[in-house]
DNA sequence: CTTCTTGTTACTGA
DNA sequence: ATCAGTAACAAGAA
């Protein structure tokens, strides 16, 4: 699932790819996938170029020069960017196709077509991220204000971290791992927390996510990268779907699978109080 | 066949 | 106002 790290690695990696390059062709397979209509969607892109790619949380937007509208891309749960430098034929589940001057390709790939497109204009793109809480990335996500953040909150612990109108970027495979890293069980009410605890759970989530680009991300079933490769992370997954593994840190118990927040939930009984 | 998977939103009830 | 819980969406794997 494509949560920060893996969105991030896409966005680094795209913006070498297709910055200044003009948009010569649209070709939209399922039209569910895109959240205007035909007309207007075309007309915004076609013969327009990308400036600049940005992201907030798990949201990209791609900056059209010619217009000043975005193109907001949401991936979900299965959504891919792969991009071709030569012209490649439809797959199963090939959403949006788009080509490039040089006739390079960029696919828009979503077997559950949770996922979309949406061209927005500036005003929107700033409501669409203004939106969401602070991103991990962002400078001024420090540790004072994540206190600030968790304060008079009455909530279980991840619950808040998966919520992105608190901190935008993490899904369920990074809840569990920075639940796992910091020692906290996942369930953990956050009023208990004292100082020191956040201060553990700020370097958790900096250091998690941070260590997660750094592989490339997570492939668990459908991420890949613009490149269609598969993230390293996976191979350094402490607790996420090792439910039925000894725990790493402690060797003595297995990780254990609970509910928490509505989420599969794994975490280790012993490790994590 | 049923159950599980997950990002996000909508809704209900405490 | 807050928070927990659930359904909905969709498609595939087990």
């Given at each position: 699932?494509?949560e920060l790290?893996?969105?991030?690695?896409?966005?680094?990696?795209?913006?070498?790819?297709?910055?200044?390059k003009k948009?010569?062709?649209?070709?939209?397979?399922?039209?569910?996938?895109?959240?205007?209509?035909?007309?207007?969607?075309?007309?915004?892109?076609?013969?327009?170029?990308?400036?600049?790619?940005?992201?907030?949380?798990?949201?990209?937007?791609?900056?059209?020069?010619?217009?000043?509208?975005?193109?907001?891309?949401?991936?979900?749960m299965t959504?891919?960017?792969?991009?071709?430098?030569?012209?490649?034929?439809?797959?199963?589940?090939?959403?949006?196709?788009?080509?490039?001057?040089?006739?390079?390709?960029?696919?828009?790939?979503?077997?559950?077509?949770?996922?979309?497109?949406?061209?927005?204009?500036?005003?929107?793109?700033?409501?669409?991220?203004?939106?969401?809480?602070?991103?991990?990335?962002?400078?001024?996500?420090?540790?004072?204000?994540?206190?600030?953040?968790?304060?008079?909150?009455?909530?279980?612990?991840?619950?808040?971290?998966?919520?992105?109108?608190?901190?935008?970027?993490?899904?369920?495979?990074?809840?569990?791992?920075?639940?796992?890293?910091?020692?906290?069980?996942?369930?953990?009410?956050?009023?208990?927390?004292?100082?020191?605890?956040?201060?553990?759970?700020?370097?958790?989530?900096?250091?998690?996510?941070?260590?997660?680009?750094?592989?490339?991300?997570?492939?668990?079933?459908?991420?890949?990268?613009?490149?269609?490769?598969?993230?390293?992370?996976?191979?350094?997954?402490?607790?996420?779907?090792?439910?039925?593994?000894?725990?790493?840190?402690?060797?003595?118990?297995?990780?254990?699978?609970?509910?928490?927040?509505?989420?599969?939930?794994?975490?280790?009984?012993?490790?994590?109080?």
């Amino acid at each position: 699932m494509p949560e920060l790290p893996e969105v991030e690695t896409i966005r680094r990696d795209l913006k070498k790819k297709i910055i200044g390059k003009k948009i010569i062709d649209i070709r939209v397979i399922q039209k569910k996938s895109i959240k205007n209509s035909h007309t207007h969607f075309i007309k915004n892109l076609k013969n327009n170029s990308i400036e600049n790619i940005s992201r907030k949380g798990k949201l990209l937007s791609f900056a059209i020069k010619e217009n000043k509208s975005n193109l907001l891309i949401h991936l979900r749960m299965t959504g891919q960017l792969v991009y071709y430098i030569t012209e490649k034929d439809v797959k199963k589940n090939t959403r949006v196709i788009f080509t490039f001057n040089d006739n390079s390709q960029l696919f828009f790939n979503d077997t559950r077509r949770f996922g979309y497109l949406q061209i927005v204009n500036e005003k929107e793109k700033d409501v669409a991220f203004a939106k969401m809480g602070i991103d991990i990335l962002d400078k001024s996500f420090t540790f004072e204000k994540l206190q600030r953040l968790l304060k008079n909150k009455k909530r279980n612990l991840k619950s808040v971290l998966l919520d992105q109108k608190v901190i935008a970027g993490i899904g369920n495979i990074y809840a569990d791992e920075i639940c796992f890293d910091a020692k906290f069980r996942p369930d953990k009410n956050i009023t208990k927390l004292n100082d020191k605890e956040i201060k553990k759970l700020y370097n958790s989530i900096i250091k998690t996510i941070k260590l997660a680009i750094k592989n490339r991300g997570t492939s668990f079933n459908d991420y890949v990268d613009s490149s269609g490769k598969k993230g390293n992370f996976s191979k350094l997954l402490k607790v996420y779907q090792k439910e039925k593994d000894h725990c790493q840190n402690c060797h003595k118990k297995s990780i254990k699978k609970i509910k928490v927040a509505g989420r599969a939930t794994r975490y280790c009984g012993y490790c994590q109080k």
